[in-house]
């Protein structure tokens, strides 16, 4: 069983960075597919980010692109997402989930951080 812990989240301002960490506290991350997705208060789970287990490919939400880099060291058992130009609109509690090879669904789930961007 891998339990996924997110970190980094925080109040910014717009136009602001933050990186957020997704580790694995048990278990190993490097053989996992691994997602990031956010949720904002009164709307639904989004899909913002996604790598392989090689970190080969990657793929993003159209409203992030350009803005957010998703990486990974799997030396380091962490998946990362840059986000840079922060804007209002992502304030979000924002998760990272794990999906094994082959699997369509994500079946280890972090608790989340939330990020918080100020107009």
């Known amino acids: 069983q891998v339990q996924l812990v997110e970190s980094g989240g925080g109040l910014v301002q717009a136009g602001g960075s933050l990186r957020l960490s997704c580790a694995a506290s048990r278990g190993t991350i490097s053989t996992l597919n691994v997602g990031w997705f956010r949720q904002a208060p009164g709307l639904g789970r989004e899909f913002v980010a996604r790598v392989s287990w090689s970190g080969d490919t990657t793929a993003y939400a159209d409203s992030v692109k350009g803005r957010f880099t998703i990486s990974r060291d799997n030396a380091k058992n962490t998946v990362y997402l840059q986000m840079n130009g922060l804007k209002p609109e992502d304030t979000a509690l924002y998760y990272c989930?794990?999906?094994?090879?082959?699997?369509?669904?994500?079946?280890?789930w972090g608790r989340g951080t939330q990020v918080t961007v100020s107009s």
């Open positions: 989930a794990g999906q094994l090879s082959g699997r369509s669904r994500y079946d280890y």
